[in-house]
T-cell receptor
């Protein structure tokens, strides 16, 4: 079973920031928070990951609470092409079954003009 | 740069027929390889993973099998397809165990 909880769906206006929440209250000390997204009929795409510090890259920002029990993915200026299912995953980044991604149902983000 | 190739893109097969889906990775060596399945309207389910040639781990009991005959080749097979095998099959790889890179997927319809 997935170890994260996400809202089923969210809407966002084009050009505005999209803030996608994720709860992972049972996260262990060596587990990272990963975000992937899946545009319809395509393979998932890596977005960002982090352990406890906030992270930013060219795609998004990841804000992790101090207790690490929740996080928020921020798309600063959402476009129509950001419409996708967004998956929040916790995992230990090493080999073997412990390191494999377990996908939940994710959040369906709809960016509207 | 690394690339992952997965084919075919779509496949329609009758119940009871065999299946062979192939995935190859270029531009890296000794990757971890994965097969996922996504049933219609559902999340991704990890089916198999491999950390090396001939090393296959199965995550769920099922009608499918996987093989890794070469370092960068991963094959998903079935001797007799079931209706329940329909879905979107995705191959993925990682070298650093940080980011997973997915192929474009195969949409399998078993009729």
């Amino acid at each position: 079973d997935a170890k994260t909880t996400q809202p089923t769906s969210m809407d966002c206006a084009e050009g505005r920031a999209a803030n996608l929440p994720c709860n992972h209250s049972t996260i262990s000390g060596n587990e990272y928070v990963y975000w992937y997204r899946q545009i319809h009929s395509q393979g998932p795409q890596y977005i960002i990951h982090g352990l406890k510090n906030n992270e930013t890259n060219e795609m998004a920002s990841l804000i992790i609470t101090e207790d690490r029990k929740s996080s928020t993915l921020i798309l600063p200026h959402a476009t129509l092409r950001d419409t996708a299912v967004y998956y929040c995953i916790v995992r230990v980044p090493n080999g073997g079954s412990q390191g494999n991604l377990i996908f939940g149902k994710g959040t369906k983000l709809s960016v509207k003009p | 740069s690394q690339t992952i190739h997965q084919w075919p893109a779509t496949l329609v097969q009758p119940v009871g027929s065999p299946l062979s889906l192939e995935c190859t990775v270029e531009g890296t060596s000794n990757p971890n390889l994965y097969w996922y399945r996504q049933a219609a309207g559902r999340g991704l389910q990890l089916l198999f993973y491999s950390v090396g040639i001939g090393q296959i781990s199965s995550e769920v009991p099922q009608n499918l099998s996987a093989s890794r005959p070469q370092d960068r080749q991963f094959i998903l097979s079935s001797k007799k397809l079931l209706l329940s095998d329909s879905g979107f099959y995705l191959c993925a790889w990682t070298r650093t165990n940080e980011k997973l890179f997915f192929g474009s997927g195969t949409q399998l319809s078993v009729l």
